[in-house]
């Protein structure tokens, strides 16, 4: 389970001053659901995702991860989570195997539970006919592969994707997102970041709507159609892209506006 509330993050930026990346964010994760987070570059969903995996720490707000504050109690929430983006490192001497496995050992586990872990892993995720390849010989598909081995190894039930098919073709892409379905079948808790909306459409079960820090709309995908009576997602995604900057617009003063405060 993933809680979300109010979240905030404020950069403090030498060109923009302080700048909001993440403004008063709010959402649930469930068990056994996909919950895609949709949003333009600079969005603020890398931002948002890497305050959960502890490693940015938000300006205010609260998230958790299984019931794990993410400020109090940072090592019970990477026990939980595991984290998969497209720019993981492979180190090019290590096998695919012994990759894992070293990760596996920086969780704590012992020799004889990360092999077996191990053995089910690169069963369900197809990777015993490279378990003995090395980095630098694998394909673009194969190290997306360990890499979701290497965020699964410790068997967390939270897993965050963020862009994870970004520079994938098709094919990998679309095995990418049969490993996902299958892993909300067996009961985890899933987000799914990217900017592609039909990756969105054929995947998630609730989807956030991201824009400039802020979540324009959440709900599943026939919620947001009525909603928003369209029937065709990208005209409903970019009609709230627009309405939210026309609003933003709106809302500065005509004196700033004057003084060059937009550009
Ligand atoms: N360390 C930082 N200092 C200042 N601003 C930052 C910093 N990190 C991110 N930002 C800004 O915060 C905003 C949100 O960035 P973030 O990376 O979270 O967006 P995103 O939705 O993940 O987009 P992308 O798909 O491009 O990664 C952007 O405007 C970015 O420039």
């Given at each position: 389970m993933i809680h979300v509330q109010h979240l905030t993050k404020t950069y403090d930026d030498?060109?923009?001053?302080?700048?909001?990346?993440?403004?008063?964010v709010s959402f649930t994760v469930r068990p056994g659901e996909i919950f895609g987070l949709l949003g333009p570059n600079g969005a603020g969903k890398t931002t948002v995702l890497r305050i959960l995996s502890t490693v940015l720490a938000p300006t205010s707000g609260i998230a958790s991860v299984s019931g794990y504050d993410?400020?109090?109690?940072p090592a019970e929430v990477r026990r939980h989570i595991g984290f998969v983006s497209n720019n993981t490192a492979i180190y090019d001497r290590m096998t695919a195997w012994e990759m894992v496995e070293y990760f596996g050992r920086l969780h704590g586990m012992t020799k004889e539970h990360v092999n077996g872990r191990l053995e089910t892993l690169f069963e369900q995720l197809r990777m015993n006919e490279f378990r003995d390849t090395p980095g630098a010989k694998m394909s673009t598909g194969m190290k997306q592969k360990v890499s979701i081995a290497r965020a699964m190894v410790h068997d967390p039930p939270v897993l965050i994707f963020d862009e994870a098919t970004l520079g994938l073709d098709v094919l990998v892409a679309r095995n990418l997102l049969g490993v996902i379905r299958a892993l909300r079948e067996s009961g985890k808790c899933l987000i799914f970041s990217t900017h592609i909306m039909s990756e969105v459409e054929r995947l998630c079960d609730r989807i956030a709507i991201m824009h400039r820090g802020k979540i324009l709309d959440t709900g599943t995908l026939s919620e947001l159609r009525a909603r928003h009576d369209q029937h065709d997602f990208e005209e409903l995604f970019f009609g709230l892209l627009s309405h939210h900057e026309q609003n933003e617009t709106d809302a500065i003063p005509a004196s700033s506006l004057a003084a060059g405060g937009v550009r």
């Open positions: 030498l060109s923009r001053g302080k700048f909001v990346a993440v403004d008063r993410v400020v109090a109690d």
